[in-house]
């Protein structure tokens, strides 16, 4: 292999993935990187949408005064929507997490 002999990558490494290429730790402690946790961010997704919209709907009919304040939580709600459907999106698509 003509990595290990000259210092060299070949292409092969590059598509396969380099050890600890991420982890700027890795040489030093050996730790493995980290995996990405698709299935926790899907359930925080869904707890931020319901907590959101439903505070916000509260915020807004017994509490006029701040309805500004209930805006930007359908504003965050809706985000949560969107990051909730992508999440979705990658775990049909086969990603690990």
């Known amino acids: 292999m ?5 210092g060299k990558r070949d292409r092969t490494e590059y598509e396969r993935g380099l050890p600890g290429h991420h982890d700027l730790f890795a040489r030093v402690t050996g730790a493995p990187s980290g995996l990405s946790a698709l299935t926790l961010r899907l359930w925080l ?3 931020g949408f319901v907590f959101c919209t439903v505070f916000a709907i509260l915020v807004l009919y017994y509490l006029p005064p701040l309805a500004w ?3 930007i939580l359908l504003v965050l709600g809706a985000v949560a929507l ?4 992508w999440v979705l999106h990658r775990k ?3 990603e690990p997490g």
């Open 45 to 47: 997704a869904g707890f």
């Open 92 to 94: 049909r698509r086969g």
């Open 69 to 71: 304040f209930g805006w």
């Open 82 to 85: 969107v990051d909730f459907f």
């Open 2 to 6: 003509r990595g290990k002999r000259d």
